[in-house]
T-cell receptor, first 114, second 115 residues
Framework: AQSVTQLGSHVSVSEGALVLLRCNYSSSVPPYLFWYVQYPNQGLQLLLKYTSAATLVKGINGFEAEFKKSETSFHLTKPSAHMSDAAEYFCAVTTYSSASKIIFGSGTRLSIRP | NAGVTQTPKFQVLKTGQSMTLQCAQDMNHNSMYWYRQDPGMGLRLIYYSASEGTTDKGEVPNGYNVSRLNKREFSLRLESAAPSQTSVYFC??????????????FGSGTRLTVV
């Protein structure tokens, strides 16, 4: 079985500061990991994905995440926050099989201070 | 544009009424999913369909039924709506290529209020 834990339901950073959103996963087999972003009143949009290739994954809008097996982590970072980054971010885990399902974390709301 | 289309976008129901939420994808994905999103609870899986002709229960299936009409369409039905089913509902399809999982594509959601 898989699970994912997002540390911090709400993170607030200043514009231009580093963004760090934390995600830890649990999986008994090699996982696939994802970060999704949800802007107000919209659906979820895929930011980036790890599917067992490079451990440092670059996504859209300047975000990246690093898969660290020893720490079972997949934290999301962005060097310099922009006001448009304000949104809710979801980490998710799955494994590949025809019957597997993607499991989402509870989400982290990112606020950006001017 | 390719993607997942959900209808309607908004709906208000009275307790006990029934309705069907429609979902269609044009990306030739095999798997499709229905989630509900409630504040502070993330996304919870209601039902999913791993392939045309099959459906399975997720975490919170009670009060819902689904139909995988064909490869493109996956509908969610509320037979007798209850206030506890007030939520935002998302449909998603899954991108699988060469035995790898490349993530889900989500529709824009249906905001359902049951009064």
């Amino acid at each position: 079985a898989q699970s994912v834990t997002q540390l911090g339901s709400h993170v607030s950073v200043s514009e231009g500061a580093l963004v760090l959103l934390r995600c830890n996963y649990s999986s008994s087999v090699p996982p696939y990991l994802f970060w999704y972003v949800q802007y107000p009143n919209q659906g979820l949009q895929l930011l980036l994905k790890y599917t067992s290739a490079a451990t440092l994954v670059k996504g859209i809008n300047g975000f990246e995440a690093e898969f660290k097996k020893s720490e079972t982590s997949f934290h999301l970072t962005k060097p310099s926050a922009h006001m448009s980054d304000a949104a809710e971010y979801f980490c998710a885990v799955t494994t590949y099989s025809s019957a597997s399902k993607i499991i989402f974390g509870s989400g982290t709301r990112l606020s950006i201070r001017p | 544009n390719a993607g997942v289309t959900q209808t309607p976008k908004f709906q208000v129901l009275k307790t006990g009424q029934s309705m069907t939420l429609q979902c269609a994808q044009d990306m030739n994905h095999n798997s499709m999913y229905w989630y509900r999103q409630d504040p502070g609870m993330g996304l919870r899986l209601i039902y999913y369909s791993a392939s045309e002709g099959t459906t399975d229960k997720g975490e919170v299936p009670n009060g819902y039924n689904v139909s995988r009409l064909n490869k493109r369409e996956f509908s969610l039905r509320l037979e007798s709506a209850a206030p506890s089913q007030t939520s935002v509902y998302f449909c998603a399809s899954r991108d699988e290529q060469g035995g790898r999982d490349y993530g889900y594509t989500f529709g824009s959601g249906t905001r359902l209020t049951v009064v």
